[in-house]
Each structure stands twice: as C-alpha cells, then as structure tokens.
T-cell receptor, first 114, second 112 residues
C-alpha cells in the first residue's frame, strides 16, 4: 500500500542554519504531496503542497520539489528561525480510485536554538 | 486561524466509558475527516464524511463511529473506551475534491 517515510528526528539547529528534512514515498499512480507543520499545542497546518512531478511548493521560506524519479519530496529552508521549531509531517493523497485519506509520515521534530 | 473548531480541547475518561467529540467545519467545506494521532506518531485516518454520509474508513473498529449534520459539522463517537484510545483526535475539513485540508486544534483524550 501507499506509504510515506520521513527522516527521524529530533533535528536540532542553530538559528540561520540550513534545513533539509527528507521525505520519500511509495504510491501507485501520481499522488499529491504535502508538508504539514504542527506547532507546540496546536493542530496541523498545511505548509505547502505539490500535485505533479517537478512542481515546487513553497511557503514561509520553505520549499519542496516533487521528484518522481526519486519518489521524494524533501523539505528545505535556507535559514531557519526559532519560530520554526515544530513537528513537520510529510503526507500524500492518492489520486487513484476512491481513496479519500491522507497518508502520513511519522513526523520530524525540529528545534531551533537562538 | 483555519475556522475549524473542535470541542472539548481536553477530556479525561475512564476505560469502558463512551465519548463524543465535536467538530465545526470551515465555512463552505462539505467534507470532514477524522484522524487519531498517538503521541510521537503521525495521524491515522479514522473516517471521512461527505454530505452526511461516511465516505471512506480507515482501519478502526466499529466502536469508532461518526455523524455529519446538515450544516456539515461532525461528531466522532467512541464506545467502550480502551487505554490505547488515548490520543489527540484531529478533525479536518475540506471541499470535496480539494487537495489540502484544514485542521482543527484537536481534542486531547486521556483514558484512565
């Protein structure tokens, strides 16, 4: 079945460091891909998305490119801030058949120190 | 703020009891999905409702049931609570066919 694999955390960085959180997926067909962020004590927020190969999603300085050849959707940011400390989830939604659900990775916790 | 509200925010129940969690979807959204997120895990899909009918279900037993009302708000009911049901329960609303979903803040359920 469809699945998402994320790099394990926690990830600890200093402010202004570069961030990469790896995400790879297994899916039939051409899924849509998402990054969600969960700040402490809050619900999930959609960070960015991409719907087809080579699409680049971007938001708040974060970027991720849909790479079909490597089945990846790595999250990147050039300069992280303390306020970026959160848990980041990679997810996919199959576009095949009647699939209605988002399939999630386990999440990667990011802590940014001043 | 996404406009998806869940109540209550926290809840403590005893094993064997029943619980009802509520979700008001964002205006204009006719689809509600429920997820269970155990501590340190990603969300797991419970089920989805579209126009008051169940429209997909994950791998959860029948004691997890739901409703969607004409105003598209929704309830999640869990009977015969077990300790392992302790988790954050998330509600997400969307328009049918839309890609992204908007999540509420969740209800933290603790079963003792």
């Amino acid at each position: 079945g469809d699945s998402v694999t994320q790099m394990e955390g926690p990830v600890t960085l200093s402010e202004e460091a570069c961030l990469t959180i790896n995400c790879t997926y297994t899916a039939t067909g051409y899924p849509s891909l998402f990054w969600y962020v969960q700040y402490p004590g809050e619900g999930l927020q959609l960070l960015l998305k991409a719907t087809k190969a080579d699409d680049k999603g971007s938001n708040k300085g974060f970027e991720a490119t849909y790479r079909k050849e490597t089945t990846s959707f790595h999250l990147e940011k050039g300069s992280v801030q303390v306020s970026d400390s959160a848990v980041y989830f990679c997810a996919l939604k199959s576009n095949a058949g009647n699939n209605r659900k988002l399939i999630w990775g386990l999440g990667t916790s990011l802590a940014v120190n001043p | 703020e996404t406009g998806v509200t869940q109540s209550p925010t926290h809840l403590i129940k005893t094993r064997g009891q029943q619980v009802t969690l509520r979700c008001s979807s964002q205006s204009g959204h006719n689809t509600v999905s429920w997820y269970q997120q155990a501590l340190g895990q990603g969300p797991q899909f419970i089920f989805q409702y579209y126009r008051e009918e169940e429209n997909g279900r994950g791998n959860f037993p029948p004691r997890f049931s739901g409703l969607q009302f004409p105003n598209y708000s929704s309830e999640l009911n869990v009977n015969a609570l077990e300790l392992d049901d302790s988790a954050l329960y998330l509600c997400a609303s969307s328009s049918q066919g839309a890609l992204g979903a908007f999540f509420g803040q969740g209800t933290r359920l603790t079963v003792v």
